[in-house]
């Protein structure tokens, strides 16, 4: 029994729903305007607002001076960041939740840490550490991989983490009570269980190295990544191109997450 | 873990827990180490160690440059000319962080809530929708915003006819736009923790508050709100620590005026080439940081962070 009226109860409940639909809309308006942008025919070079329909920017994607390169380093120190903070985070994490060893809480502060350091200090303290070991000739694509596999790390380890902690430990008790050695059993049983988990890490670690600036932009030499041509391009003239990029990535990682949570969820029910 | 939690564990290192981790048998007894040792080395090293640097570079010589070197003089000054030269902005930093931060709690928890009890079986598409967005580059969205905001789009016209700006009212190049920037930037920081700690609310809970004849506003203030408040910590500070940091709001969305403490930081390192006072003015970014999260934590009395 309520002390609100029925109609007034389906307004209270349906009221947050609205609001929070509302807010989930107000995200996606910054979207449509680059959609709508990556078909922009500019009139002046230096206006940016919509001018006309066209293709072109679509046909030409790479007609920028410079972007398509940048895109293509952000996706190899994408690539190799994402292998090397994903297979470093997964084993922590497995050391943090399976195993016994001194130092787990410093250890665990070293993990949280990078996450709650501003990047501007991360990445000034790295440019330091490179300029003051005499690397500073050679600020470029390594240093870039080696901050994105830092600042990644942490992330991977807390997603592995919370995957391997939810997991049901009786399944493993189970697998052994049917006489699978623990090679089996982490192959056959835990493995396919945590790997949502490491995937799941793994796409987080590509989207935050694509993505990065600040940490990037300090540490880059001469490398130029494609945030790092944005930003460069957003001080003089902005190419409508860079919304065909941002469209694409937008569309690319919709499409894998929702393949991925269709495939988690029939995996969920193989387990149930 | 929380950042208590951590302060208080590396005053006493707690005693292994048998049940939650079973005692490994011969051969086992290092995996532990073979595993967590490698992550942490690039941590040490590539996360730690600058540190080290960072302090040693904020007190160099500001004389040097890049080419010619830097010489250890022990430049405690450094820190006082980097704080009196740059209060404005870091203040600022604070501000505009602290407001984003308060925005993104006002528009995620109607959001977390909507997904964690509202949503039924679209719950799984609508935490998709919420990283959606924020798959597009950070830099292209806030340049998104731009437009949004420009003087002849159509938020300032239609907020100019209904007379809520002036004649020559404008949004873009305001604090407002770099405040708008910031929140729309960071919400899904706020709403993810906020979500997972309102999904973990057994609902049999808040139904026995309403059994017991609590109106559901009273039931949300009662038992919903204290039990996501790991959340509100987790999230506020997951908003507030990068957007405190940013400059990339500022820079897009905001005048030389409203510059934020990121914006300096960038400037010196960039064509200042004045490492010495970026490098102390990082180091006080982060004190102040560290120090707010701390209290912060404190008095929130939370347990679990991350």
Known sequence: MSTISRPGRWVSDHLILIIGLLVLAYTFVPIAVVVLMSFNAPEARLTYQFDGFTWHNWANPCEPEGMCDAVVVSIEIGLLATLGATILGTLMAFALVRHRFTGRSTTNLVIFLPMATPEIVMGSSLLALFVGTGFSGDLGFWTILIAHIMFCLSFVVVTVKARLAGLDSRLEQAAMDLYANEWQTFWRVTFPLVFPGILGAALLAFSLSFDDFIITNLNAGNEVTFPMFVWGSAQRDIPMQINVIGTAMFLISVLIVLAASLRGRRGARAVA | ?306
């Not at chain 2, 740059?86 to 995620?108: D, H, I, K, M, Q």
């Not at chain 2, 309403?210 to 949300?220: N, V």
């Open chain 2, 1 to 306: 873990m929380s950042v208590g939690q951590v302060a208080s564990e590396l005053e006493h290192e707690p005693e292994p827990d048998p049940a939650e981790v079973e005692e490994p048998e011969g051969g086992r007894r290092y995996t532990g180490y073979l595993l967590i040792i490698p992550g942490l080395v690039w941590l040490g090293l590539f996360f730690l160690v600058p540190f080290y640097s960072l302090v040693a570079t904020s007190l160099y010589d500001p004389a040097g440059t890049v080419f010619s070197g830097y010489e250890m003089t022990w430049e405690w000054s450094n820190y006082t000319t980097a704080i009196t030269d740059n209060w404005e902005p870091l203040l600022r930093s604070f501000v505009y962080g602290g407001l984003a931060t308060f925005f993104c709690l006002l528009l995620g928890y109607p959001l977390a809530y909507a997904i964690a009890f509202k949503a039924g079986r679209w719950k799984n598409l609508m935490l998709v929708l919420v990283i959606a967005p924020f798959f597009t580059s950070f830099l292209i969205r806030t340049i998104s915003w731009q437009l949004i905001l420009a003087d002849n789009g159509f938020v300032v016209e239609t907020l100019q006819w209904l007379h809520i700006l002036g004649e020559d009212g404008r949004l873009l190049n305001t604090p407002f736009a770099v405040v708008t920037g910031l929140t729309y930037n960071f919400l899904p920081f706020m709403v993810l923790p906020l979500y997972a700690s309102l999904e973990r609310i057994d609902h049999r809970l808040i139904e026995a508050a309403s059994d017991l004849y609590a109106s559901p506003i009273r039931g949300f203030a009662k038992v919903t709100l204290p039990l996501s408040m790991p959340g509100v910590v987790a999230g506020t500070l997951l908003t507030f620590i990068p957007a405190a940091g940013d400059f990339i709001n500022a820079e897009l969305l905001g005048r030389p005026s409203d510059s934020m403490i990121g914006n300096v930081i960038q400037g010196y390192f960039g064509g200042g080439n004045n490492y010495p006072d970026a490098a102390a003015l990082s180091l006080v970014l982060m004190a102040l940081i560290l120090v707010m999260v701390i209290v912060y934590v404190r008095r929130a009395g939370t347990e679990d962070l991350v």
